[in-house]
């Protein structure tokens, strides 16, 4: 079955304990995002990779990390995490950089820090 | 810049209504317009994908028209049903971005 996943789904952490959220998927596809959701601002994009080694920020990168070692991996680092990171977290995969592909998601991050 | 807008930003029918959603855009050079479903504490789920040289998209009870000159698109829902209560996402590709620029959506409630 075609789909991107994350892990891990729910997480509680603390101010400044370094995190990472995994996005895996198994369509091949060339181009990887990470996006937030907060209520009233909708979603924003963090970081993007158009293909392996290659990434860059998107609107809201500050306070994020991101590599892109292997086609199918999209990891998202948070070395200091800070409550205003309190968020709803996707990734999603597309064919490639170019436009006019459908976008996948995968279920979300939910992640709280205190 | 381009922005999305979406209304209404929350919508409640009973069963069995037929209902369009809304979404309005300020820059009609787009690529594509995509629909999406969001249900709580989940991903979200492609539903409708229009290029921008379509007029209209049909998946089911979905359906999805395209307006590029007036800067609209509307998402059709046939005869409703409870499990069609989510959340609706637009978004569009507009330019040389790579990537999409979304409405807040409109939360949906279809009551039996």
């Known amino acids: 079955e075609a789909q991107v996943t994350q892990n891990p789904r729910y997480l509680i952490t603390v101010t400044g304990k370094k995190l990472t959220v995994t996005c895996s998927q198994n369509m091949n596809h060339e181009y990887m995002s990470w996006y937030r959701q907060d209520p009233g601002l909708g979603l924003r994009q963090i970081y993007y990779s158009m293909n392996v080694e290659v990434t860059d920020k998107g609107d809201v990168p500050e306070g994020y990390k991101v590599s892109r070692k292997e086609k199918r991996n999209f990891p998202l680092i948070l070395e200091s995490p800070s409550p205003n990171q309190t968020s709803l977290y996707f990734c999603?995969?597309?064919?490639?950089?170019?436009?006019?592909?459908?976008?996948?998601f995968g279920p979300g991050t939910r992640l709280t820090v205190t | 810049k381009q922005e999305v807008t979406q209304i209404p930003a929350a919508l409640s029918v009973p069963e069995g209504e037929n209902l369009v959603l809304n979404c309005s855009f300020t820059?009609?050079?787009?690529?594509?317009l995509q629909w999406f479903r969001q249900d709580p504490g989940k991903g979200l789920t492609s539903l409708l994908l229009i290029q921008s040289s379509q007029r209209e998209q049909t998946s089911g009870r979905l359906n999805a028209s395209l307006d590029k000159s007036s800067g609209r698109s509307t998402l059709y829902i046939a005869a409703s049903q409870p499990g069609d209560s989510a959340t609706y996402l637009c978004a569009v590709h507009a330019g040389n971005n790579r990537k999409l620029i979304w409405g807040l959506g409109t939360s949906l409630a279809v009551n039996p």
């Open positions: 999603a995969s597309r064919l490639d950089g170019t436009p006019g592909y459908e976008q996948y």
């Open positions: 820059d009609s050079a787009i690529y594509n």
